[in-house]
Each structure stands twice: as C-alpha cells, then as structure tokens.
C-alpha cells in the first residue's frame, strides 16, 4: 500500500468521524429564530386626549399587533442527557409601524430573557420571564389574548406590563401529576441594601382532567427596584387574584374567568369574563366575548367591554383577520378597547374595528 493511498483512507477515516461528531452534537442542540409580524388598520369611534382626559374625536390609524404581538427572539434546547435539558428564550417586541421597541418594557429583549432546566423534576428558569398569574390569564381568555378586545388592554390598561414581564426573577413549574401542575416565582428587585424595593412573587396550581382545565393565580409585588428604570413600568405596586376554566367540546372551546387587581390608596378593580371559540373550517376561526369591570371603591365606576373576531388562515403561517368591539364606561371608568392605538377610552359609548394580517415565522 503506497504512502499517498493511506494518506487518503486518513483523511476519508478522519472526515468521516469529523462528520459523525458534528451531526451528534447537531442532534443533541438546537437554536430557533421564532417571531410573529402582525399589523393592522384601526378605527374608534372615540379617542382619548390624554392632556384633558375628553373626547378627542374618532379614530382611523396603521397600528402594530392588532391581533397580536410582533415580535422576534431566539430560543434553544440542548440535550444534556437522563432527561435532563438546558433552555433559553430571548424574545422582543417590535413596533411593524415604526421599528420601535414595544409590547415590552422597553428593553431589546424585554420581554424574555431567561435560561434555564428542565426534565423529570419539572423546570426551572432564571431571568426576564412570564409571572404564573399572568399565564394563567393567558390560559383562561376566551378571546386567545387578542391586543383587540379582550384581557389583554384590561390588564395593561390596569398596571401596564407589571407581572408580564418580570425581571430578576426565578421560577420552578413542577412535572403535572394525576392533573394537577404547580408554579412559582420570585423576582428579586436587584436594588442593593433594600430587599423589599421591587421584589414580586407569584403561585399558580392547574388542573386538567380531559377537555376541561381550571387554573387558579396569585401575583404580588412592590414598587422600586432595578426593573423600576425600564422605560415602561413593569413594577407598579399590586396584588392580583384570579380563577378561570375552559372546557372544549369538539370545535368549540368555553372559557370563563374571575380577575382582580387591586392597587393600594388607589383602585379595586374585579372583572368577571367569558367567551367562547369556535373553529368553523381548519381554515376559519371565530371567537367572542364579554369583559363587565367594576371599582370595589366605588362601585360607580364601572364598565363593559364586548368583542368578536373572526380569523381565516390563508396557510399554516399567514392568517387575515377582522375585529369588532364595544365599550361603554361609566364614572371614572376608562377602559380601552386596543392595546395599541386606545388602551385607554373616554365616558359613554365606543365602537371599534380593527382588520390585518398576522404571519408567524
């Protein structure tokens, strides 16, 4: 055998393997780019003029996430054997209408930063995440948390992004056992000297027995702390309280909830809600409802928000949708019907459309 022949049986030996290596390691991690661009044309038939506080007239606008948030992110797996995963999630929002962040704290990666573990024992996460009482709201809105008409501009419109996206904090989500599964999560507020500053913690215990699911939630946390400086508050001072069950029936799915946000010297603010969704084609979806908010305070302060939508997917990724909404507010009463474009409405009646496209990568 000549010295040029083993040379190359070398070198296809060493390829070989070079490659096997290489598609293990390929196997065993991963990383995705994920994102959703949603925008939309938005109308009311009254707006908000938030230097008097009075009607400023009607509305006709381009917004971003009519329907949804635009974001984009990174996330990972990485298979560390025994069941064992290491995670992580960077994820951001994006204003489609002007290239500005938004639908966050106002950080590059405000709303998820965070790595973590996962297996047997459950998960565990540590940095910028989702607080248990805010995915169970998510879990429980009849309306899938459109920006348009439904808990989504309730929330917000309440204590902004506080409990969404939570900074400094740690969390563990246990294995679900006989149904039942079990989070919890604490956010250190990161101001030395002072543990008190921005420190928030939430609970949150699901059942699920076949289609019918019930999750109850708890949220609590301080004003003050490093996430205090992000450009959108998201550690205004609360306590949140909430119950809701879904049940699915085929094509259609019922959901109801119970929330509660309460802001100490401030408002008390209890708003039961239910809806329901149903699929019509595996192309078109239609959903629907009703959101009645009242101030514990003074129960003169009151209001009521309905809204429908209907979506049709024109393939797996890019889905058309339109949306119609109702509120009408009473006292001091200003909720809004849009997360963006009018988080905040005016007294007495107002109608609102919202119509766009959402594509999902």
Do not use: C
Not at 45 to 74: E, R, Y
Not at 211 to 221: D, N, T, W
């Amino acid at each position: 055998m000549s010295s040029s022949y083993r040379r190359k049986r070398i070198a296809v030996v060493v390829g070989t393997l070079l490659g096997t290596i290489g598609t293990a390691a390929h196997a065993q991690s991963s990383v995705t780019l994920f994102g959703i661009a949603d925008s939309a044309i938005l109308y009311t038939s009254k707006t908000l003029d938030l230097a008097n506080g009075h009607n400023a007239g009607h509305q006709f606008s381009l917004i971003t996430g009519g329907l949804a948030p635009s974001v984009f992110g990174l996330k990972g797996v990485e298979d560390l054997g025994g069941g064992m995963k290491a995670i992580f999630e960077l994820e951001s929002g994006i204003d489609l209408s002007t290239g500005a962040l938004t639908d966050s704290n106002g950080n590059l990666f405000g709303r998820q930063a965070w790595i973590g573990l996962t297996g047997g024992f459950g998960t565990v996460k540590a940095g910028v995440q989702y607080s248990p009482f805010a995915l169970s709201l998510i879990a429980t809105d009849p309306r899938n948390v459109s920006y348009f008409g439904s808990g989504v501009p309730l929330y917000i419109s309440n204590v902004f992004v506080t409990g969404i996206f939570n900074s400094n904090s740690i969390s563990y989500t246990s294995p679900m056992i006989a149904g039942l599964q079990g989070s919890a999560m604490l956010a250190l507020g990161g101001a030395a000297g002072d543990f008190q500053a921005g420190r928030q913690y939430s609970a949150s215990l699901n059942y699920t027995l076949g289609p019918f699911m019930v999750s109850a939630a708890m949220y609590s946390g301080n004003s003050g702390g490093t996430a205090a400086t992000t450009p959108v508050p998201s550690t205004v001072a609360f306590s949140g309280r909430t119950i809701g069950a879904s049940y699915r029936i085929g094509d259609l799915t019922m959901k109801a909830s119970f929330i509660n946000f309460k802001t100490a010297g401030s408002f008390d603010n209890r708003i039961y809600g239910g809806g329901l969704s149903y699929r019509v084609t595996p192309a078109t979806n239609i959903d629907a409802g009703v959101w009645y908010t009242s101030d514990g305070n003074d129960t003169s302060n009151h209001s009521i928000m309905a809204a429908s939508g209907l979506t049709y997917n024109l393939s797996k990724a890019t889905a058309l949708y339109t949306q119609l909404g109702y509120v009408y507010n009473h006292g001091r009463m200003n909720t809004g019907l849009s997360t963006n474009g009018a988080l905040f409405g005016v007294a007495g009646s107002t109608v609102g459309v919202a119509a766009g496209i959402r594509h999902i990568f």
